[in-house]
């Protein structure tokens, strides 16, 4: 939660827009959702976790042609 001096309430971070401006006045309150993402290393394991599936596509691929035959 953080707070908005010319609303005079609290203002949830997921109510803030991308920017991190206030939903009811578009006062700047915080880096929102920029400085609140993701550390670069939930993108590494995202990553790893988007190869290692593919590789298991391609060999699920490979086993469904291998039936085929
Ligand atoms: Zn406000």
């Known amino acids: 939660m953080i707070w908005c001096d010319k609303c005079d309430r609290d203002v949830d971070v997921g109510l803030l827009s991308p920017e991190g401006h206030c939903p009811g006045c578009d006062t700047w309150l ?6 609140a993402s ?22 699920g691929i490979l086993w469904f042609g291998q039936q085929l035959l």
């Open 30 to 35: 915080a880096d929102s959702r920029g400085r």
């Open 38 to 59: 993701v550390p670069w290393h939930f993108w590494v394991v995202v990553a790893a976790a988007v190869i290692y599936l593919g590789w298991r596509g391609v060999q």
